[in-house]
């Protein structure tokens, strides 16, 4: 098959959270898979930095239609293999900044016409490429007008779009891109699309909502998720447009894979020292230089745990700050946390740092390098997530042979196995159902006891994670599979 992807990040290139990797995972389990895939991305200099260097104009001039004005823009490609290439759309107006979509913690004003602008690039390049489409693959807000532009006047009748079906992704469906309707106008699309079929909620424009009801399917991150969101309290009110879609066998859930190479503490270079099941020495090495780095007693025997996130209210890191004070009052533990995010969540990590300098460590910011040294050196990584599509750092941790501590909600239900003792052959985390403080409290010390007092299970639940095959060529088979459907 032909198929387009149309996102607003991707790794490595530029990188929020899991949508990046995911963007580099599929294309490319599908590109193994014998399929010719693209990829469209804008081109962010300040923040794909010296990979910008890699790549090679593939149009030094192409005109983008924006409101009723053509718009001047450089397409530069970056061709993995004969069947993978991602396109980067230049336009410095609105991607040379630095960061991807906020800064000083406010939404970038023009973040509409920004990933309007995406859509309308996207749509133009697939014909210019002549690309045949069979699928047109979109992610999360940013992208879904072009589901609705496949449908629409302007583009249907191109015969590059002849045979196409389009898919959207939720990822995160936390984030609508809802804005004041006067922003159709950038569209070029007309106000009959300003309807409760497509692009109008509440009065304003909501484009995942638009996305969602003209996809030919739309899919979600796990099987779990995919009920949630038909669901009030996880839908931020798109339960009726996803309950609609449902019961056209519309919505499906496909749970996010990994890319076992890049996350694979056997080779990772990004780690102090490499292991594998078999000789954990390394593991206890990562452990020691990740203490030392974060300024904490390089202590063998106590348990560290680990957060790596975006600081999000969806993360659930508040209840965690609560929850931990008297684990770093009373316990013998450690914790090292990096993520960046909201100020009221950096601030509450700040104060935690500041109180306890010997027990946790905090840094605030984006660093692969040192989320991949978490992963390694940490005995537990927790996720306390109020929900969470998928999900992907317990995968990662589990294969790094770090126990996953999990609120079962989303993908973290279904990717953790809760421990019991009854069942430690087949355990791989530790999991809780309601986000309390308590709740939280309970379950982090009950794995802190496990650890401590119960080393043999504890071993079986690391063994248990390392063995798990988390790698890209499941997902790719069932995304190809519901391509085929449609
Ligand atoms: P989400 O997409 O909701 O942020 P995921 O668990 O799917 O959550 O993916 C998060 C990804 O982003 C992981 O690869 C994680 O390692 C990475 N990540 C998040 N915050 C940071 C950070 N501050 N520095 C480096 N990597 C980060
Ligand atoms: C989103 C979700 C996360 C998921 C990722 C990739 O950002 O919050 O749970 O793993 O997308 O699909």
New binding site residues.
């Given amino acids: 098959m032909n198929i387009l992807f149309a996102a607003s990040e991707a790794f490595p290139y530029a ?7 995911i963007m580099h995972s599929l294309p490319k389990s599908l590109a193994e898979a014998d399929h010719k895939v693209s990829v469209v991305i804008p081109y962010y200099p300040q923040i794909m930095g010296e990979l910008c260097g890699k790549l090679k104009v593939r149009y030094d001039q192409f005109d983008v239609q924006l409101g009723d004005t053509l718009e001047r823009t450089r397409i530069h490609e970056d061709r993995i293999n004969k069947n993978l290439t991602y396109y980067f759309v230049e336009y410095n107006r609105f991607y040379d900044r630095p960061k991807l979509y906020d800064w000083a913690g406010e939404e970038y004003a023009d973040n509409a016409e920004r990933y309007i602008f995406l859509c309308r690039a996207t749509m133009d390049l697939a014909i210019a490429l002549n690309l045949d489409l069979d699928i047109l693959h979109t992610n999360d807000w940013h992208t879904s007008l072009c589901n609705v532009y496949l449908k629409s006047n302007i583009y249907s009748d191109n015969a590059t779009f002849a045979k196409c079906k389009s898919v959207i992704t939720i ?2 469906i936390g984030y609508q891109g809802i804005f004041d309707k006067a922003n159709l106008y950038w569209t070029g699309l007309g106000w009959e699309y300003f309807n409760h079929t497509c692009l109008e909620y509440n009065d304003c424009l909501n484009f995942l909502n638009a996305g969602i009801l003209t996809a030919d399917m739309v899919s979600t991150v796990s099987p779990t998720y995919a009920k949630e969101i038909l669901t009030p309290e996880f839908a931020f009110n798109l339960e009726g447009s996803l309950g609609h879609v449902a019961a056209r066998n519309k919505l499906k859930g496909i749970i ?1 894979c990994i890319d076992t190479y890049e996350w694979n503490s056997e080779i990772d270079p990004l780690i102090p020292a490499n292991y594998t099941l078999k000789s954990l020495a390394g593991k206890k090495k990562c452990k020691k230089a990740l203490q030392k780095q974060f300024g904490l007693p390089q202590k063998a025997k106590t348990p560290v745990f680990g957060i ?3 600081l999000a209210t ?2 659930g890191i508040d209840v965690f700050c609560d929850a931990i004070w008297s684990m770093l009052e009373e316990d013998d533990c450690q914790f090292v946390i ?3 995010g909201e100020q009221w969540l950096h601030d509450r990590l700040d104060f935690l740092a500041k109180s306890f300098p010997k027990k946790i460590g905090v840094y605030i ?4 390098k ?2 991949h040294m978490i992963e390694a050196g940490v005995d537990m990584f927790v996720m306390p997530s109020r929900y ?6 317990q995968m ?1 941790s589990m294969r790094y042979g770090t126990v996953p501590v999990v609120r079962a909600t989303g993908g973290l239900e279904d990717t953790v196995e809760n421990y019991d003792p009854n069942t430690v052959d087949s355990s791989t985390g530790f999991k809780f159902n309601l986000l309390t403080v308590d709740a939280l409290l309970n379950t982090l010390r009950w794995a802190e006891a496990i650890y401590a007092t119960r080393p043999d299970h504890f071993s079986k639940i690391m063994a248990n994670g390392m063995k798990q095959d988390f790698s890209a060529k499941h997902m790719a088979k069932e995304y190809e599979q519901m391509y085929l459907e449609i």
């Fill in positions: 990188k929020s959270g899991g949508l990046a990797d990822h995160n996010n790596v996130s975006r969806q993360k990096l993520g960046s910011g984006y660093d692969n040192l989320a969470e599509p998928c999900g992907l750092n990662y």
